[in-house]
């Protein structure tokens, strides 16, 4: 029984395509994430949603825009992908504004090759 | 201006032998730090926290002590089993309303038999 889960796994597309990753979480949490992994293996938070509302957006170019449907879906929509889009991408949840911090609960990542 | 960094990318040690990996920041500001581990395909799964008022948590085989004068926290992992062999990431937070947190880049440990 996945807790947060994504897809597609793998996603191999070209230039100037537009794609999107969907993500679900189970585990009730009331704010959503996504992290981009980068080739030098370094995790860069770029969006969070908390009971569907953005409440982080890290300098990401217009061309990704995250929707929140309800607080356990976050979509990730890019535009007009590029060659630099390619990375693994993160979604997360976690429980927040709560005394006691809550972790980062991940799904297994999305390998995005723009090609 | 990365805040959170493990300046070790590697490190391998010995069946049964401690594994130590660090982290050091830079924002006063991160006053929450964890520590995840993160296996090829998978997504990082959370190994342990710990908060600024303390300056050692425990579980089970693994440690995390933190220093805030140096700003410098460190993972124990006693006694290190092949099955630890993973990438660590390190993490801080200072932010209670968005759960932000800020990642160190990892260190790949390998632990042989």
């Known amino acids: 029984d996945t807790a947060v889960s994504q897809t597609p796994k793998y996603l191999v597309t070209q230039m100037g395509n537009d794609k999107s990753i969907k993500c679900e979480q189970n585990?009730?949490?009331?704010?959503m994430y996504w992290y981009k992994q980068d080739s030098k293996k370094f995790l860069k938070i770029m969006f969070s949603?908390?009971?569907?509302?953005?409440?982080i957006n890290e300098t990401v170019p217009n061309r990704f825009s995250p929707k929140s449907p309800d607080k356990a879906h976050l979509n990730l929509h890019i535009n007009s992908l590029e060659l630099g889009d390619s990375a693994v991408y993160f979604c997360?949840?976690?429980?927040?504004?709560?005394?006691?911090?809550?972790?980062?609960?991940f799904g297994n990542g999305t390998r995005l090759t723009v090609t | 201006d990365q805040q959170v960094k493990q300046n070790s990318p590697s490190l391998s040690v010995q069946e049964g032998r401690i594994s130590i990996l660090n982290c050091d920041y830079t924002?006063?500001?991160?006053?929450?730090f964890l520590w995840y581990k993160k296996y090829p395909a998978e997504g990082p799964t959370f190994l342990i926290s710990?908060?600024?008022?303390?300056d050692k948590n425990e579980d089970g085989r693994f440690t995390v002590f933190l220093n805030k004068s140096a700003k410098h926290l460190s993972l124990h992992i006693v006694p290190s089993q092949p099955g630890d062999s993973a990438v660590y990431f390190c993490?801080?937070?200072?932010?209670?309303?968005?759960?932000?947190?800020?990642f160190g880049d990892g260190t790949t440990l390998t632990v042989k038999p």
């Open positions: 997360a949840s976690s429980q927040v504004g709560q005394p006691l911090r809550s972790p980062l609960h």
């Open positions: 585990l009730g949490h009331d704010t």
């Open positions: 949603y908390n009971n569907k509302e953005l409440i």
């Open positions: 924002n006063s500001m991160f006053d929450y």
């Open positions: 710990i908060s600024s008022i303390k």
């Open positions: 993490a801080a937070s200072g932010d209670t309303n968005a759960g932000k947190s800020t």
